[in-house]
């Protein structure tokens, strides 16, 4: 079993950055595709970022077109984390984000913009943007 834990949302202005973090713990997840996904009230979730297992042949990032060049992911194998640095926030960011590991094994970069590839999941950390 592994267990997320999502923190470092808040309320914040327009144009505001925040850092997600997220602590994995029970068993590494350093074999395993990270994502962070979101939801606001109404809407379905969507897919924000995901990021290359370790022992990956290749290194990727994916992100969605809404927050591409606006938002890093990146992960510390060795703390079992995963952050989201999230910089010119808007309004419509508003939401709340959660963290996922992805199902061992490798099926291809646009695999896991889908939130049914992922195993685990956090409880989710808010993030208000005020205009």
């Known amino acids: 079993q592994v267990q997320l834990v999502e923190s470092g949302g808040g309320l914040v202005q327009a144009g505001d950055s925040l850092r997600l973090s997220c602590a994995a713990s029970?068993?590494?997840?350093?074999?395993?595709?990270m994502g962070w996904f979101r939801q606001s009230p109404g809407k379905e979730r969507e897919f924000v970022a995901a990021i290359s297992r370790s022992g990956s042949s290749t290194f990727w990032t994916n992100y969605a077109d809404s927050v591409e060049g606006r938002f890093t992911i990146s992960r510390d194998n060795a703390q079992n984390m995963v952050h989201l640095q999230m910089n010119s926030l808007q309004p419509e960011d508003t939401a709340v984000y959660y963290c996922?590991?992805?199902?061992?094994?490798?099926?291809?970069?646009?695999?896991?913009?889908?939130?049914?590839?992922?195993?685990?999941w956090g409880q989710g950390t808010q993030v208000t943007v005020s205009s």
């Open positions: 029970g068993r590494p997840v350093s074999g395993r595709t």
């Open positions: 996922a590991a992805a199902v061992p094994g490798w099926y291809g970069v646009d695999y896991y913009t889908s939130g049914a590839r992922y195993e685990y």
